[in-house]
């Protein structure tokens, strides 16, 4: 990643420097190794400020820290920018594991009889009495469907993740324990149900 760094009435260290690439490099992991990151040191009455601008190809994450000293404020803004990066990387997994829309099954047209050929008028024809034409209606039957069993209840607190994960981590784990059920929370605390559907694909619900 290209890192960019200002200092405005500070000194950055060659410390400093080092600590802010080793963070960008974890959030260029994540967020790609195209991305391109700016440091802007500088103080604010008796707070130090790092502020941190990285541009991905599809995401511009900015966060800033504030502490006594500037690797400490450093140390807030790669916190924030690598909660950003994550987020957006499970947000954008899960957007492509959504199903597609299934496809609308249209019923098959009614056969209907031909017109029948007009006949000639002819007045010295005796009268009869004309039957009405009767149409024949395809009738297509359905299969029918499957007797659905009635749930039951299990108590099992294996389905609920104790630690935080990210979606990657949740979907192994759910694979290694041969869970159909997995409830976890990501590193910015937010709840997601991750379940096997009947076709065998893993779908994921985030809870608001």
Do not use: Y
Not at 4 to 13: C, D, Y
Not at 108 to 114: D, E, H, I
Not at 121 to 134: G, M
Not at 180 to 207: C, K, N, P, S
């Amino acid at each position: 990643m290209e890192v960019e760094f200002t200092a405005r009435q500070v000194k950055i260290s060659k410390a400093l420097k080092t600590q802010a690439e080793e963070g960008l490099e974890r959030i260029a992991r994540i967020l790609g190794r195209n991305a391109r990151a700016s440091v802007v040191f500088s103080t604010l009455k008796r707070l130090q400020v790092a502020e941190l601008t990285i541009k991905a190809r599809m995401q511009t994450i900015v966060a800033s820290g504030e502490a006594e000293m500037l690797d400490a404020a450093l140390r807030k803004a790669l916190n924030n920018a690598e909660v950003q990066a994550r987020r957006h990387r499970d947000r954008r997994i899960g957007s492509k594991r959504l199903p597609k829309e299934e496809k609308v099954l249209t019923a098959p047209p009614v056969a209907r009889p031909k017109a029948r050929a007009a006949q000639p008028d002819d007045e010295s024809a005796p009268t009869t009495t004309r039957k009405k034409a009767s149409a024949r209606i395809a009738v297509h039957s359905f299969p029918a469907r499957k007797t659905v069993v009635e749930p039951h209840i299990v108590t099992n607190g294996e389905a609920l993740a104790m630690k935080a994960m990210t979606i990657e981590e949740a979907v192994k784990d759910a694979e290694f324990r041969d869970r159909d059920l997995l409830i976890f929370h990501d590193l910015a605390g937010d709840t997601f149900v991750l379940h096997r559907r009947r076709d065998g694909q893993m779908e994921l619900v985030e809870l608001p």
